[in-house]
């Protein structure tokens, strides 16, 4: 795959990156326009946030079973099938008839959309070889994909306001349709990578690679704190601001910004700057955080969400790419036991922070997020810095991060 030119592995990247852009944003477009779902078909605001639901369980269900079945079948062709239902159930959602069918279409959406993430980081994995340029273009989709979630706000809410909750899942299926085509007509298809289908096989491997279990476990940790974080500060900066949905989405949009300028230089930050990278991350999603929980005015409060940004695309780039090098032949099975580490750890968080409001308030939410943010950092570098090498005693790792910190 890598007989790309480089021309052709940037449309790849570019094609890839929008298409994730609103396959993201096609869930997280859902928060502003709840009220007119419930208003229309007269239904509580909790029963129309149950469609939310239906969307993410098979999300997060379906993630673990598209790699080893990218593997098997191929990659783009996986993707471009994926993308192609999520195109055409976004679209019928918009034609739902009452909350049942609507919940229905966004779960087969969810399942769909489940593919598109981690096929796509495999796939970049395997048409870059140069570990610079594959961390930078990994970061550039991963990037957009998140720019795609930040400004979903905006997005649905602007088009809820000038249309209808309908028009925000007609234009998410018409725009990912367009998308499709493009897929279709500018990609190759290519054999997988796997003469069988078996996902007992292809787990087993990865389960059985102990340095790879370690790095992706990470990612649950960072899922819970950004995802279970992120969540709600639209609500928070609604509280302390006053500003409505749509100004809110705006300022959100700066972390997703962050996170797609960051993302296509993650490469070269590691290059330049090694491990500790990692550990400087932390120390940037903590102080972001902590400048977010106590409020200073709105004028801290957008940098802190670009420092954010920027921490959490370092951060999971660098871990997502470190893993996909335990298992090269099977990229697309790692990405997916990545995706699912993720997501459950987002899953959690959210789950989890609501109790945290309940008891220590928004400032309690964020301040922990920070602290989590902080410890995926410094285990980051431990593990990835350090133990990745050739291992070392709980000591000797410690001696080597005060000299690594200190001397490098």
């Given at each position: 795959m890598s007989s790309r030119t480089s021309r052709e592995k940037k449309l790849l990247v570019y094609l890839l990156g929008f298409m994730g852009f609103w396959v993201m944003g096609d869930n997280y477009a859902a928060s502003p326009i709840l009220?007119?779902?419930a208003a229309e078909f007269s239904v509580d605001i909790g029963t129309?946030?149950?469609?939310?639901?239906?969307?993410m369980l098979p999300f997060g269900l379906f993630t673990i079973a598209f790699g080893p079945l990218a593997d098997r079948f191929g990659k783009v062709r996986v993707i471009t099938t994926a993308a192609l239902g999520t195109a055409i159930f976004s679209s019928l959602a918009a034609g739902a008839f009452n909350i049942y069918s609507l919940g229905a279409l966004r779960a087969v959406n969810g399942a769909f959309a489940a593919a598109i993430l981690p096929v796509t980081i495999s796939l970049i994995?395997?048409?870059y070889e140069e570990p610079k340029s594959k961390m930078n273009s990994i970061g550039t989709v991963m990037g957009m994909y998140f720019l795609g979630a930040a400004a979903a706000t905006a997005i649905g809410g602007g088009l809820s306001f000038i249309g209808s909750w309908r028009i925000v899942y007609l234009?998410?299926?018409?725009?990912?349709l367009i998308l499709v085509l493009l897929l279709y007509k500018f990609l190759t298809f290519e054999k997988g990578t796997m003469d069988k289908l078996s996902f007992r096989v292809a787990y087993s491997d990865a389960i059985s690679h102990p340095k790879l279990l370690?790095?992706?476990?990470?990612?649950?940790l960072v899922g819970f704190a950004v995802f279970g974080s992120f969540t709600y500060l639209g609500e928070y900066l609604v509280q302390k601001t006053g500003y409505n949905l749509l100004e809110v989405g705006l300022i959100l949009t700066l972390f997703g910004l962050a996170a797609f300028l960051g993302g296509r230089r993650v490469g070269t930050l590691k290059k330049k700057i090694g491990s500790k990278i990692l550990f400087i991350a932390g120390v940037?999603?903590?102080i972001s955080l902590l400048t977010i929980s106590y409020w200073l005015g709105i004028y801290f409060v957008l940098p802190a969400l670009f420092g954010f940004g920027l921490s959490f695309v370092i951060l999971q780039v660098t871990i997502i790419t470190t893993a996909q090098q335990y298992l090269p032949e099977k990229r697309?099975?790692?990405m997916s036991l990545a995706s699912f580490n993720m997501f459950i750890g987002g899953a959690v968080g959210i789950f989890i922070n609501r109790t945290i409001l309940a008891r220590l308030s928004y400032q309690g939410l964020f301040m922990i997020a920070g602290i989590a943010i902080f410890t995926v950092g410094v285990l980051a570098f431990l593990i990835i810095g350090l133990f990745s090498k050739e291992g070392c005693s709980a000591m000797d790792c410690l001696l080597r991060l005060y000299r690594k910190l200190n001397l490098d």
């Open positions: 009220v007119d779902i129309a946030a149950m469609t939310v639901t239906a969307y994995g395997d048409v234009t998410y299926g018409i725009a990912e370690r790095t992706v476990a990470l990612l649950s940037l999603g903590l697309g099975t790692v």
